[in-house]
C-alpha cells in the first residue's frame, strides 16, 4: 500500500493528513503553536512533532509528501539554511515602508503593490543589519519542505505570485530580474512537481522510505480549494480561519491591487481572490471557543443585525480594502454579548460578500455555489447569515483540511 502525505501551516498550528492512493485518510494529527520569540525553531519544532506522530508501519509506506504555508510568509536564510533575521508573518504590514520603492520597480496595478506582499517584505530586509549574510529568499512551505530534502533556493509559483514570479509566462519578469536582490529569490516549480528525496537523516529519525519524494508546496488557502472538491467554474472556497480567504475558479484571470485582488494559476485555469484580515481572530480576542458556540446558538437569525464592523484586529486590511492604515470598526458595542456575536459574524459575512461582488464585477466567472473551509465552517449561524448575503448555495467540502488538499498534491505528483 503506497501511502502520501499532505502538511498544512496555518496561523494557529500545523496539520497532517496521510492518504492512500484512492484518496482515503488514513491518519491525521495536528499541532498547536506555542508563543514563541523564534517563529523558525517552533516551525521546524511543530514539522517533526507531525511527523514523529505518523504510526511507523505508516511511515514505511510514504511515497511523497507536500506541504504548504500561510501566503507571503517568508524569511531569508544564509547558504547553510539558517535564518539570518526573523521570519515575517503573512500580514506584516511593515513593507509600507518600502512601497515607494516597490512603485518604482513594478507595473501599476500589480499584487506586489501591497505592504504585505513577499516583494515589499525582501525590500524592508534589505535595510536589515544581516543582509549581507543572506543567501537565500524563502517562503515557509519552501523552508519547510528544505528542513526534509536539504536542497535551498526552491519555491512554487503559488508561493511565489506575490514575490512578483509570472504565472503566466511562467518565469520572473525582467523587472525583477534585474534588480541586485535577484540571485536571492528562489528557483520556481510547478506545486506538486518532485524536488528530491528526502535526506537520509531525515528518513531514518522518521522511518521513511529513502525513496520518499518531496514535492513543491503551495499556500494553505489554495491547498484548502484543492481539498474542497470544488472543480467547475463560478464554485469558490471561503476559508474562514483566522482570515478570511476567497478563491473563485474563473475562466479568466483577474488582478487588480488596488483591491488586494489576484490570480493564482491552477493549471490552465485562475483562482481569483484575496485575503482579508478580518475572520476567526478577530471574534477570539472576545469570545472563546466555547462561548462562540453558546452565544452563535442564540442569534436570532430571521433579523438582519444592524451593527455595521469592519472587525480586524490592528489597523490595515489587504482585501476587499486594500489600505495598511485602515482602522479596525468595533463600535458601538452593545451589553449583550449575542448581540455583539451578531453584529461580528454578520459584519465579516457582508465583506465576504463584497469580495465576491468585486472579483465578478472586475470580470471573474459568476459565483455559483461557496465551500467553506476553516474552523468558521463549524458554525450553522454564521453559515445562515453568509448565505443571505451571498444568494448563492453554500455547501460542504469533501474535506476540510488544508492539509488533505497538500497531500493529493504528493498523490498526483506520482500519478
Known amino acids: 500500500m503506497y501511502l502520501y502525505l499532505g502538511i498544512d ?8 493528513v496521510v492518504i492512500d492512493a484512492e484518496g482515503n485518510i488514513i491518519a491525521q494529527a495536528q499541532y498547536s503553536f506555542a508563543e514563541s520569540a523564534d517563529l523558525a525553531t517552533s516551525w521546524q519544532t511543530a514539522l517533526f512533532a507531525l511527523m514523529e506522530q505518523i504510526p511507523q508501519e505508516l511511515s514505511r509506506e510514504i511515497r511523497a509528501l507536500a506541504l504548504d504555508g500561510t501566503s507571503s510568509t517568508i524569511l531569508l536564510c544564509d547558504a547553510t539554511g539558517k535564518p539570518v533575521a526573523a521570519p515575517i508573518v503573512y500580514n506584516d504590514g511593515r513593507g509600507a515602508e518600502v512601497i515607494d520603492r516597490v512603485r518604482a520597480i513594478a507595473p501599476p496595478n500589480h499584487i506586489v503593490l501591497s505592504a504585505t506582499s513577499s516583494l515589499a517584505k525582501l525590500l524592508w530586509l534589505t535595510q536589515s543589519p544581516n543582509f549581507t549574510e543572506a543567501q537565500y529568499f524563502l517562503h515557509q512551505a519552501d523552508w519547510l519542505g528544505f528542513l526534509l530534502h536539504g536542497n535551498l533556493g526552491i519555491s512554487d509559483y ?4 506575490k514575490l512578483g514570479y509570472d ?3 511562467l518565469c520572473y519578469p525582467s523587472w525583477l530580474t534585474n534588480l541586485p536582490i535577484s540571485g536571492l529569490l528562489p528557483k520556481v516549480l510547478a506545486p506538486g512537481t518532485p524536488v528530491s528525496e528526502v535526506t537520509a537523516e531525515i528518513a531514518s529519525r522518521f522511518g521513511l522510505r529513502r525513496d520518499c519524494l518531496v514535492c513543491a508546496g503551495t499556500t494553505d488557502s489554495i491547498a484548502a480549494f484543492l481539498a474542497s472538491g470544488a472543480d467547475n467554474w463560478g464554485e469558490a472556497v471561503t476559508s ?4 478570511l480567504v476567497l478563491k473563485l475558479l474563473s475562466r479568466t484571470r483577474v488582478d487588480d491591487a488596488r483591491y488586494g485582488i489576484y490570480s493564482h494559476r491552477l493549471g490552465e485555469e485562475w483562482l481569483v481572490g484575496g485575503a482579508s484580515n478580518t475572520g476567526g481572530a478577530v471574534l477570539r480576542q472576545f469570545f472563546s471557543d466555547a462561548e462562540l ?8 437569525l430571521e433579523t438582519v443585525c444592524p451593527l455595521d464592523y469592519y472587525p480586524l484586529l490592528q489597523e ?16 458601538p458595542r452593545p451589553d449583550n454579548p449575542v448581540e455583539f456575536l451578531h453584529g461580528l459574524l454578520e459584519s465579516i459575512a457582508r465583506i465576504e460578500a463584497r469580495g465576491y461582488q468585486l472579483l465578478q464585477e472586475l470580470g471573474a466567472t459568476p459565483l455559483s455555489r461557496v465551500y467553506t473551509a476553516g474552523g468558521g465552517a463549524k458554525n450553522p449561524a454564521w453559515a445562515a447569515i453568509r448565505a443571505r448575503h451571498l444568494q448563492v448555495p453554500i455547501v460542504t467540502p469533501r474535506h476540510t483540511e488544508a492539509a488533505y488538499g497538500t497531500a493529493l498534491l504528493a498523490l498526483r505528483c506520482l500519478s
Open 316 to 331: 490595515g486590511d489587504r482585501f476587499p480594502i486594500n489600505d495598511p492604515h485602515l482602522p479596525p470598526r468595533l463600535e
Open 158 to 161: 503559488h508561493n511565489t505570485l
Open 240 to 243: 474562514l480561519g483566522s482570515t
Open 167 to 169: 504565472v503566466e509566462q
Open 9 to 16: 501551516f496555518g496561523t494557529s498550528g500545523a496539520r497532517s
Open 293 to 300: 458556540v453558546s452565544l452563535s446558538s442564540r442569534i436570532d
